[in-house]
């Protein structure tokens, strides 16, 4: 059994553990005017669902990303993105773990069950996340690393591509604000089209919630992105739509 399958099978097994003894249900869709990852535009206008368990300290979240104008880019497929991500929390110490099976091949690219290691369109990667548990300072930091699946180098070995983000919420007024700063440590060019240490992500995301009704709140959202690496930036805007 490779170590893809070895992964999916621990994925599975943990998720029906999870779904079992669920103490909370996430049930959301995000519709954003562009979808831009860790400061990389992807594609235009999308919807992005979200279908999450949580039992205890562990969660499973189930993530989409599909676009809708039917294309993305040079792929000439309509993008389609279907991630898994498994998370530890270790307690309170403000420390957590993470794994997750990112997969971004588009629509009608098929092969999803495709594992073999320099056949596989999968990412499979590995992260840890410390948050201060501090009421003045509230900033976190996180590092993420491909540690198997399509992530190659030219010479179709493992790149270990990897990404380190901090990220600092406070609040003005009613609008809830996040300032998020993205490096790409080392070469990524197949991911992060760098050469060597490069800020991808300069970001700040406002939210507020609408109220319609004493029961019912509109919660939306707008985000300013720089990406000094390829010298580019967008201002996307979405609406969250949730129980």
């Known amino acids: 059994m490779t170590v893809c399958n070895r992964f999916l099978l621990l994925i599975a097994l ?5 779904s079992g003894n669920a103490q909370k249900v996430v049930l959301q869709s995000d519709f954003v ?31 989409g990303s599909t676009d809708f104008d039917g294309t993305s880019g040079t792929s000439g497929r309509a993008s389609k993105e279907i991630d898994l991500m498994l998370v530890y929390t270790l307690g309170k110490t403000g420390l957590s773990f993470s794994i997750a099976d990112l997969w971004w091949a588009g629509q009608g690219a098929g ?16 992260g840890v996340t410390y948050a201060l548990s501090l009421e003045q300072l509230p900033l976190s930091a996180s590092w993420y690393t491909m540690f198997a699946g399509m992530d190659k180098n030219k010479d179709g070995k493992q790149n270990f591509s990897s990404y380190l983000e901090l990220n600092y919420p406070f609040s003005v007024n009613c609008v809830e604000l996040n300032a998020t ?10 991911i992060y089209g760098n050469s060597g240490f490069n800020v991808t992500n300069i ?10 009704t004493d029961s019912f709140s ?5 985000q300013a992105i720089w990406n000094p690496c390829s010298e580019d930036a967008h201002l996307v805007f979405g609406v969250t739509l949730k129980p």
């Open 14 to 18: 943990l998720g029906i553990s999870t």
């Open 33 to 63: 005017s562009s979808y831009v990852w860790r400061g990389i535009y992807q594609t235009g206008v999308s919807v992005q669902p979200t279908l999450g368990f949580t039992a205890r300290n562990l969660s499973l979240t189930a993530w």
């Open 111 to 126: 092969k999803y069950f495709h594992y073999r290691n320099h056949e596989t369109a999968h990412h499979f990667e590995a």
């Open 181 to 190: 700063c993205g490096v790409v440590p080392f070469q990524s060019h197949e």
């Open 203 to 212: 970001a700040l995301k406002g939210s507020v919630a609408i109220k319609l």
């Open 218 to 222: 509109f919660p939306i959202f707008a």
